[in-house]
């Protein structure tokens, strides 16, 4: 058995002449298990759901650029029915009052997830087109002899 100097990389990683302390295991007993469990189980809920919410958060806009509008299932599931579904319904509807409002009453929200530009310039110009579009067919279908029209 050698009993000279041990390199440095055994020291930091823990194989030196010490042994690495064991991880605290907590034994579930019954008094304790119900709420401990609860509370991490909460807690690593929580930590794994809040990257999946930023992401969705980045991809809602852009998949409405695209045309595809989100479910209000997924936008609840992941808790973003409260900043999109007014935005959702406007850019469906073409409805410029209710984008701006909605945009207006969510504007740090949308700031805080880096998607306020995007929303603001290009989901606008699909409110407008929906809009333009609105008011093209009302138009066509109502020509200038029916006093219904006027």
């Known amino acids: 058995m050698k009993t000279g100097p041990q390199p440095a990389v055994a020291i930091v990683l823990g194989f030196g002449r010490h042994k690495p302390a064991k991880p605290a295991v907590r034994r579930l007993t019954p008094g304790r298990n119900a709420l401990g469990l609860q509370r991490l189980n909460t807690t690593a809920t929580n930590y794994l759901l809040d990257p999946l919410r930023l992401v969705m958060a980045h991809l809602v806009p852009v998949n409405m650029m695209l045309g595809r509008m989100p479910l209000p299932q997924a936008l609840a599931q992941h808790g ?65 002899s029916h006093a219904s029209c006027a």
């Open 80 to 144: 973003l029915e409260d900043q999109y579904a007014g935005i959702v319904a406007a850019v469906k509807k073409g409805d410029l009052r209710r984008f701006e409002d909605t945009l207006l009453r969510h504007r740090q929200y949308f700031l805080g997830a880096g998607v306020y530009i995007l929303i603001q310039q290009n989901l606008r110009n699909l409110v407008m087109r929906a809009l333009f579009r609105r008011v093209y067919v009302g138009a066509a279908t109502c020509s200038l």
